[in-house]
């Protein structure tokens, strides 16, 4: 009888992805969704040759050593930054993520977070809910006009160019967006979007979203210093990864005026939040929930799903992050 390869599924997960992965590994479940530290993912990882992760848990090279069986780890997230590449790659363990099948929903809700933060919705309905609404006011919770302003984008790749397309065609924004590489002419055009320095997007963006990846060089990408190149009335909207901003700064700026206001899905040392942010009114907050649809989330488990499959059953995994560690 051949055995099946031994998989972990870290977190808890669709049960007809679970039925999936029982087809063809033999799996062990984290259904109650424990919480587990990283020695206790390592005890649990020992003689496992796969396993699925959902960006929450750390891949790294003492993890890696601690779990000499562990052959691929399959992310479902697009986001990788849980992952050290470097240390996986040199150590013959294949990486994949789980990129596109939530591009759209992502860059719907990064859109959703814009309209909020701008249009004050989270902090009107507060008002609204503590019985405070006696009267109507002609300055009544005035925000920002959307239609027509500049959207800057910070990070554009699949996400950054939905959210580019959303702005220049439903509501006839200017679009600027800063990425390391400048995208084709082709591409540009079909997102009506135009490069600019990071020091100009920083200046001009009425609204700045950022859609960058988390690395060791985006970390504090948005710090005092580049909040304070902002225009005092534009929105900042984060709906990549904490640690791109410098939390305690943004809150600083928004308490003092310096920022109108920000709208966060992401937060440095998730799922906690710095304790300054709680107490600004002009900030909406909302727990990574972007790419958060049944049906989204429900292809990113199965992508992921089918990566493992593909790895383990077939060789050929989908969307792998270091497919040199196929040839080697
Ligand atoms: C991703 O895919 O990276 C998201 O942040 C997880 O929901």
């Not at 609204?207 to 970390?219: D, K």
């Not at 640690?243 to 998730?270: C, N, P, Q, S, T």
Request: some cysteine.
């Amino acid at each position: 009888m051949v055995m099946k390869p031994k998989i972990l599924v870290a977190r808890a997960v669709f049960p007809e992805v679970l039925l999936k992965l029982s087809d063809n590994f033999e799996v062990t479940a984290n259904q109650e969704d424990e919480a587990w530290t990283p020695a206790q993912l390592i005890e649990r990882l020992q003689g496992m040759q796969g396993v699925f992760t959902t960006g929450s848990e750390r891949i790294d090279a003492a993890l890696i050593s601690a779990c000499p069986d562990l052959k691929m780890c399959a992310n479902m997230a697009v986001g990788f930054n849980n992952f050290d590449l470097d240390a996986m790659t040199a150590a013959g363990v294949l990486a994949t993520n789980a990129p596109d099948v939530l591009t759209e929903t992502t860059a719907d809700f990064g859109f959703t977070l814009l309209m909020a933060t701008a249009r004050r919705v989270t902090e009107s309905e507060h008002f609204l809910r503590a019985g405070s609404w006696t009267r109507w006011r002609y300055d009544m919770f005035a925000g920002a006009e959307v239609h027509g302003s500049t959207l800057g984008i910070l990070g554009m790749g699949r996400i950054g160019q939905g959210i580019a397309k959303r702005g220049a065609f439903g509501f006839g924004m200017n679009v600027i967006y800063h990425n390391r590489s400048r995208l084709d002419a082709a591409t540009e055009s079909g997102c009506r979007a135009r490069w600019v320095t990071k020091e100009v997007l920083l200046s001009a963006a009425d609204h700045l979203v950022l859609v960058l990846p988390y690395t060791a060089a985006s970390h504090h990408a948005i710090g005092a210093a580049e909040l304070a190149q902002m225009k005092p009335t534009a929105t900042l909207i984060n709906i990549a990864r904490g640690g791109i901003v410098d939390d305690a700064a943004l809150a600083k700026a928004l308490r003092e005026g310096r920022l109108a206001a920000a709208g966060l899905d992401v937060f440095e040392g998730e799922p906690r939040v710095h304790p300054d942010l709680l107490t600004v009114p002009n900030v909406v907050l909302t727990p990574h929930i972007a790419s958060a649809t049944l049906s989204t989330r429900r292809a990113m488990a199965n992508l992921a799903a089918d990566n493992l499959i593909g790895f383990f059953v077939h060789r050929q995994p989908l969307t792998p992050l270091n497919p040199e560690v196929l040839k080697a």
